[in-house]
Every structure is written in C-alpha cells, then in structure tokens.
T-cell receptor, first 116, second 112 residues
Framework: AQTVTQSQPEMSVQEAETVTLSCTYDTSENNYYLFWYKQPPSRQMILVIRQEAYKQQNATENRFSVNFQKAAKSFSLKISDSQLGDTAMYFCAFMKSNFGNEKLTFGTGTRLTIIP | NAGVTQTPKFQVLKTGQSMTLQCAQDMNHEYMSWYRQDPGMGLRLIHYSVGAGITDQGEVPNGYNVSRSTTEDFPLRLLSAAPSQTSVYFC???????????FGQGTRLTVV
C-alpha cells in the first residue's frame, strides 16, 4: 500500500515571498503520478501540478514548480511570488499508473496562509 | 462542459435516516470514485468503479453502498446515517491512463 506524508500542518508566508511545501511518499511501484491539489475556502479541489515518475524533469506551471526526488521519494511544491489567492489547503497525492486503477492516496494536507 | 456535478452541496440528516448523494460526469470517464474528507486526515477512498456494472471497496467502505448502472452516474448511498459519517464528500472521475482526476464541488453532510 502507498502512503503520503505531509509533515507541515500549517505554514504562513508574506505576500510576494517564496514558500516550499514538503511531501514524502512510500511505494514499491516504479511507474506512478504525483499531484499537488489546492483546496481554497470554496472547497473545490483544484489540480495545481502533476508529475509523472518516469520523467526526470521537474514539472512547472507558472509560479508553481516541484522538486521531485524519486530515489528519496520526495515531492515538494515551491510557490514563487506568493499571492493572497494562494491561501488554501494543499494536498499532495499519489496515483499508480495502471489502467483501471486510478485510486488517489492523499496526504493530510498543509494549510497555507499568505499574509498581506 | 459541466465536468463532475455533485448534489446536494449541503445536507443535514438525523441519525438512522438514509440518503443518496448524486454524482454525474459528462466526460465519458470510465473511472469514478467517492472520497470523504475529515479534518487532519486528508481524503480517503470510500468506493470506486472502473466502469458501468463494476464497483469495488476503497479504504473506508463501511456504511456506504454504491452502484454504477451508467457511465455517467455514480450515486453514493448512506443506508442508516451515523454521526461518524459527518464529513465532506467528494466524487471524482478520470479517464484510464491519463493520470488526472476531476473532482466535483463536494457535499458537506452533517448527521445529528
């Protein structure tokens, strides 16, 4: 079974600064996906960024980037130039890359607050 | 394009009552699933389906039933609600092999 650990329950950072959220996972699989989801107060689950394990290059999406260390089973999210709208709960998640097995395993989340 | 639609958004039940949470998707996704979100525990898988007529249990299935008669719909039934089922429920769908799940907007359920 897979496990996902987010060791930072809460974080806060000043607007315009950079913040890094940590995530580690445990799996015996070689092929899988890793995700960061954002959950603002509206409760909607929003996909922030996605990483395929076979790709060595770290994924980036505008101000969001990841540091994917496959051997260390680490998958951190860096938010640059943080904005007030980044205030949300952030979840790290794991999915095997098997057809028909799209189950997501989530971490417990990190509540991020951007301070004006 | 509506994506994944969940109804209702909010619901209060009395202990012992039954209800069905509705989930519909219009993306022709084979895989659909239900998660519950509790404080400090992230999202946990309740039941999932890999196609019409096929369902299976996830991590926390007790007290819930599902069926999948069509590709589009995947309702979650609470047979006899208990306070421990107070939670936020999410439905998700995905297309096999794409490695991306689409979520509904969630249902906040309170059992008193």
């Amino acid at each position: 079974a897979q496990t996902v650990t987010q060791s930072q329950p809460e974080m806060s950072v000043q607007e315009a600064e950079t913040v890094t959220l940590s995530c580690t996972y445990d799996t015996s699989e070689n092929n899988y996906y890793l995700f960061w989801y954002k959950q603002p107060p509206s409760r909607q689950m929003i996909l922030v960024i996605r990483q395929e394990a076979y790709k060595q290059q770290n994924a980036t999406e505008n101000r969001f980037s990841v540091n994917f260390q496959k051997a260390a089973k680490s998958f951190s999210l860096k938010i640059s130039d943080s904005q007030l709208g980044d205030t949300a709960m952030y979840f790290c998640a794991f999915m095997k890359s098997n057809f028909g097995n799209e189950k997501l395993t989530f971490g417990t989340g990190t509540r991020l607050t951007i301070i004006p | 394009n509506a994506g994944v639609t969940q109804t209702p958004k909010f619901q209060v039940l009395k202990t012992g009552q039954s209800m069905t949470l509705q989930c519909a998707q219009d993306m022709n996704h084979e895989y659909m699933s239900w998660y519950r979100q509790d404080p400090g525990m992230g999202l946990r898988l309740i039941h999932y389906s890999v196609g019409a007529g096929i369902t299976d249990q996830g991590e926390v299935p007790n007290g819930y039933n599902v069926s999948r008669s069509t590709t589009e719909d995947f309702p979650l039934r609470l047979l006899s609600a208990a306070p421990s089922q107070t939670s936020v429920y999410f439905c998700a769908s995905s297309y096999s092999g794409l490695g991306e799940a689409f979520f509904g907007q969630g249902t906040r359920l309170t059992v008193v």
